[in-house]
């Protein structure tokens, strides 16, 4: 079953905060955060392990409440650069050791505008 | 370019026709994927290769047949398909956890109408 990520569009100016979250039905073993631009491919922006760590990436951050089964993205101080869509993509315990196997989310469009 | 190369770029189909998408990656990665982009649905897993071997056919329809000679290359080949298989198919490779690597690197995807 698909990860509900939300919401599902913001818009923001330069320099504000965002917080994009991604919420599971089921335990999960990992996170993963993409962005894609349109007419690009999506680009792996960080993973989140089960143990609740908080990861960073630049002005980009992001937490995994394993119990919850949530992930949250944050984006600080936002630039133009930042826009696209973003996905989660889910990974539950019982992928193939060698490979990962992610459901994704139905993305959430950001767009920063000057 | 991402690492992995996926060809063509576009293309258009006539239901009756074979044609086949092309993926390739120089990362070392050892385990590639093929996955489905529809307008306003998420992607969607269709198959997984971990090593050259398929580990995970997401109950897709038989007109679409992978192969995956070695690891650094990945093919679809497609036979009558109908118009709701109209969609940006996507490549995809990564490492082991183990490898310290993590995440997928995707491919610029295949833009596909089958008319």
């Known amino acids: 079953q698909q990860p509900v990520q939300s919401p599902q569009a913001v818009i923001l100016r330069e320099g504000e905060d965002a917080v994009i979250n991604c919420s599971s039905s089921?335990?999960?073993?990992?996170v993963h955060w993409y962005r894609q631009k349109h007419g690009e491919a999506p680009v792996f922006l960080m993973i989140l392990l089960k143990g609740g760590e908080q990861k960073g990436h630049d002005k980009i951050s992001a937490s995994f409440n394993e119990k919850k089964q949530q992930s949250s993205l944050y984006l600080t101080a936002s630039q133009l650069s930042y826009s696209g869509t973003y996905f989660c993509?889910?990974?539950?315990?019982?992928?193939?050791?060698?490979?990962?196997?992610?459901?994704f989310g139905k993305g959430t469009k950001l767009s920063v505008i000057p | 370019e991402t690492g992995v190369t996926q060809t063509p770029r576009h293309l258009v189909m006539g239901m009756t026709n074979k044609k086949s998408l092309k993926c390739e990656q120089h990362?070392?990665?050892?385990?590639m994927y093929w996955y489905k982009q529809s307008a306003k649905k998420p992607l969607e897993l269709m198959f997984v290769y971990n090593f050259k071997e398929q580990t995970e056919n997401n109950s897709v329809p038989s007109r679409f047949s992978p192969e995956c000679p070695n690891s650094s290359h990945l093919f679809l080949h497609l036979h009558t398909l109908q118009p709701e298989d109209s969609a940006l198919y996507l490549c995809?490779?990564?490492?082991?956890?183990?490898?310290?690597?993590?995440?997928?690197?995707f491919g610029s995807g295949t833009r596909l109408t089958v008319v």
């Open positions: 089921k335990a999960l073993y990992s």
């Open positions: 995809a490779s990564s490492q082991d956890y183990g490898q310290g690597n993590y995440g997928y690197t």
């Open positions: 993509g889910t990974e539950d315990p019982y992928s193939g050791a060698g490979s990962y196997q992610l459901t």
């Open positions: 990362l070392g990665h050892n385990a």
